[in-house]
């Protein structure tokens, strides 16, 4: 049965493609408008005059006459409001401010220690005076803040803010969304980080609408963006890849499985493999353990570049295993072990020509921005808020 959308439902739904219209393609006229989004011109006209009051949308200047008078061109008003990003990771949280561009104006890494702490009382207080800071970094705007993203490493329904769990931290069936709505005075939303990651991939790559975010760090994730529209699947947990056996007699992991994808191509596998190559510089992973093993590799240390080359052919395998199911138009590569993406990406590339269907072994691995997960947060707090509508496309 078709849902019926009444008058004002469709004016916003408009409203929103009208404002998508300007931000992707300023400078622009409203006649370009109208004929970019099919509306008409008495829609079109009407709605940027409500965007202008808004202080949205700016008049600036005048185009190329076709014939007649010159039109007035429009542009996307990105500092008229702001959104909080906050990406939280087993060893740090990192927060940015982003105005309603996407552009960053405030950034801020902070170490996690949760030595001997009530983990979701830790939590909750970390990500509210981070928050509360990048809130407060924000300069004097129109509207102000919109609302918080908060990128959790994990299993997260978005639709209700549940933490299914978060294996690598030990919590499990926590409502963490309502404890923090409870602190703000903002809407807040909570998602996966790889999906928070693969939200900012498309942002900053919007002609490449199939896409694959890996999140490799501690533990592994995959965020999916299909048709430019992140996909979560039925119970929002779409992507788990970390969590899909490679080896069915394997190690045990922290999800209760063995042999996961995860156990042998995160940050603790590089540990295991460094010891097995006769390196014993490193005793535990820390905030900078990957940029370390990097630096030795790069000093000509033969066991730290082993280590990685068999990190590589086993990251390799489950990209090659996404591909295969998936075939992405490109493979983001993200999370802390990027920072080793060109010791990686050889292996990477030979995993995907052995362990792949030919038709996808040209898939380009490419290495995501390094705040994309913070970023993709704070983008889909703008989604939600700005455009109110389930991420208007192109």
Request: proline share 4%; glycine share 10%.
């Amino acid at each position: 049965m078709a849902q019926r959308i009444d008058a004002s439902t469709m004016r916003q739904l408009n409203k929103a493609t009208v404002l998508h219209c300007v931000r992707a393609r300023s400078p622009i006229s409203r006649i370009e408008i109208a004929e970019t989004t099919g509306l008409n011109k008495a829609t079109v006209s009407s709605l940027v005059d409500e965007l202008m009051d808004e202080q949205f949308v700016v008049e600036v200047g005048y185009g190329h006459s076709k014939g007649g008078r010159k039109p007035i061109l429009l542009e996307f008003n990105a500092d008229a409001a702001f959104t909080v990003g906050l990406d939280v990771q087993i060893t740090h949280v990192t927060t940015t401010l982003c105005n309603a561009n996407g552009t960053v104006r405030w950034a801020h890494t902070v170490p996690m220690d949760m030595g001997g702490t009530d983990v979701q009382e830790h939590l909750l207080a970390l990500i509210t005076a981070q928050a509360a800071n990048a809130m407060a970094a924000a300069p004097p705007s129109p509207h102000g803040v919109l609302g918080i993203g908060i990128a959790l490493p994990g299993m997260v329904n978005f639709h209700n803010g549940h933490v299914y769990m978060l294996p690598n931290m030990g919590v499990v069936d926590w409502d963490i969304r309502s404890a923090l709505m409870e602190r703000f005075r903002v809407p807040v939303f909570v998602d996966n980080d790889a999906n928070c990651g693969a939200w900012a991939a498309y942002r900053m790559n919007p002609t490449t609408k199939n896409l694959v975010y890996i999140s490799a760090g501690i533990g592994i994730g995959a965020g999916i963006v299909i048709g430019g529209q992140l996909y979560r699947g039925s119970r929002g947990v779409a992507g788990e890849y970390g969590h899909t056996t490679i080896v069915a007699m394997g190690v045990r992991c922290t999800c209760g499985n063995y042999g996961c994808w995860e156990r042998y191509a995160a940050e603790e596998s590089l540990l295991c493999y460094l010891a097995e190559n006769g390196v014993t510089d490193f005793q535990d992973v820390e905030e900078d353990f990957v940029e370390k093993v990097v630096r030795a590799a790069n000093k000509g240390n033969h066991g730290c570049v082993q280590a990685l080359v068999t990190l590589g052919r086993f990251l390799g395998i489950g990209m090659a295993n996404i591909a295969n199911t998936l075939n992405p138009d490109a493979v983001f590569f993200g999370g802390h072990l990027s920072h080793a993406y060109k010791y990686l990406l050889p292996q990477l590339k030979s995993s995907m020509d052995l362990k792949s269907v030919q038709p996808v072994r040209e898939t380009p691995i490419l290495l995501a921005n390094s705040d994309s997960v913070a970023i993709g947060a704070a983008g889909i707090a703008l989604a939600e808020t700005l455009y109110q509508s389930d991420f208007v496309e192109n």
